[in-house]
DNA sequence: GGCACTTTTGACAATTTTGTTAAACAATTA
DNA sequence: TAATTGTTTAACAAAATTGTCAAAAGTGCC
């Protein structure tokens, strides 16, 4: 589906192959498809971006940012435990229901090649482990202040993450088993919202 | 790292195969890996398998396999709701952390062509439609007689399967950010097999 | 050993994919 | 309008990947 546009040009490029890349992964992307996305010709890419690996990694941090940042980004607020909870919950499966292929692209390079996590980490300034920590310090005083039970925090936070990202990084397989199409989905998601916090709510109550 | 075997043939084609197409894919894996991998020629993968494609569909299908049946299997038993969500966790957590990269290679493959999955479940004879209507079904009664609160049945299947399958398909994000290695990890999702099960429990009484 | 058969390999061919280049084209400015 | 600059393309070159084949090596049998 070429563009008529009169502007070919790096943002036409970029977008195209956000969507090719994010769809396909790094080894299965294929210039020419990114070309034929963009409407153009495939030397263009060549032109305004050195080569295929330049590309990915412009389009990888990017995506690499939508993904990490919003969830240490509640870290440091002082919100109360619980709003915290609901603020991931909502970030997450916001952000996840705009950018349907992001969970999914950003895993997969990353098991594809451990280190892209410390190098993109690194230059986006996260630090997980403190992240951990202050998580870990809060579920404490939570527990000693007996309004949550006792719970490795580790595991607590695996299943907040797991029950808000894994929705959609199975998406093709939940939709095509629920019999569900795009709009039911994304309707499920929204309602999740709310749903999912009650769920973990509910189970870390004492 | 080839081996210094005596009978180089289907069955160490086959183990080199899946090692290097649940690790990298079918788009990013390379007939020359597997054969290395094997220790023999590349010819001889084209000698036993007709091509790529081939190969690959016979993998998926065992890894397909692998990846299903346990989930509908529990299903079909007469054991209580609690029970049936505790054989879930502990079959998913069990086979998953057998086979590190299960879970990983069967959600790309089939968000690259979504297809195998209705191909490959009706070979396999899966119904998920079934399945999922027994486990609504389930939960209503259960909600009847007072055991468990009301919830959306596809909610909570989601919430399930999410808190088995996420950690593994992100392993290598988990591993990284918690600073974790592969030992500490085994140890977690082990004991993750009864936290997971008080997690859900606690979240679905009323 | 010689024969029939299967297995294995190296060399080669075909195809796919990426990357380069020179020239055409367009826009801007002097 | 000619010159300069930046953009776009088709054609080509290079590299990577897959697939084929004939011959070599191995195996069992007479």
Known sequence: MPKAESKPSEELILNAAVKVF???GYAGARMEEIAKEAGINRALLHY???DKETMFNIIFETKFKEFFTGLFGVFQSNA???EKIRSIIDHEITVLSKHPDLARFVIME???QPDRLVQFGQKLGLNPRL???NFQKEIL???EEGKIRPIDGRQLLMNIISICIYPFVAKPIIKTMMQMDENTFMDLMEKRKKE???FIINAITP
């Open 141 to 143: 005083q939570n527990v």
């Open 80 to 82: 109360s435990f619980t």
């Open 110 to 112: 990353i098991a594809q």
């Open 196 to 198: 999912a916090y009650e």
């Open 48 to 50: 305004y971006f050195r």
């Open 131 to 133: 992240m951990l920590e």
């Open 22 to 24: 994010t769809r396909k």
